[in-house]
Each structure stands twice: as structure tokens, then as C-alpha cells.
């Protein structure tokens, strides 16, 4: 079972399993993820559009994934701080 309250549990359990390559002192570090949070009506809407025009035009998946899933949407989770109410 996981703990949501201490998100570094889960890696410093895995670190512990015997049998498991790893580099002493130097533990495995966290994706960040400083913020657990949904994306704003904004945020929603300006990939609702990107959406529309990106498959729009017939253009292929490959770049809209690496373009969205792995950039903007990441980004605008962490990066992106939203004011109270948006």
C-alpha cells in the first residue's frame, strides 16, 4: 500500500529490494511532479484548440504526443502555477 503523503517512500522501498543494480550513494530521484494538480479551464481549452487544429490538418500522431503528453502538458502542471479561482 502507498502512502500519497510521502511520495519519496515508494522509490526508497524499491532502492531496498536485494538483487537490484543500483550505485551506492546515490539513490534513484523522483520524476517531478511538484504539482498534483488538473490542468485550469485555460489550460483545457488551449489544448481542446491544439487538438482541433492539430488533427485538423491531418497532421501524424508521433509529434502530438511528444509535443503534448510530453511536453506541454507536463510543463503546464509543473511549471505553471494557477491564481485561486482559475
Known amino acids: ?36 494538480r488538473s490542468l485550469t479551464l485555460a489550460e483545457t481549452e488551449m489544448l481542446r484548440n491544439l487538438n482541433v487544429e492539430f488533427h485538423g490538418n491531418g497532421l501524424p500522431g508521433a ?13 503546464m502542471k509543473n511549471a505553471c502555477s494557477p491564481r485561486p479561482g482559475t
Open 1 to 36: 500500500m502507498v502512502d500519497d503523503r510521502d511520495r519519496g517512500g515508494l522509490v526508497r522501498a524499491f532502492e531496498t529490494l536485494p538483487g537490484l543494480p543500483g550505485l551506492p550513494g546515490n539513490p534513484a530521484r523522483p520524476v517531478p511532479d511538484t504539482a498534483n
Open 63 to 75: 509529434p502530438y504526443s511528444r509535443l503534448v503528453r510530453g511536453g506541454a502538458v507536463p510543463h
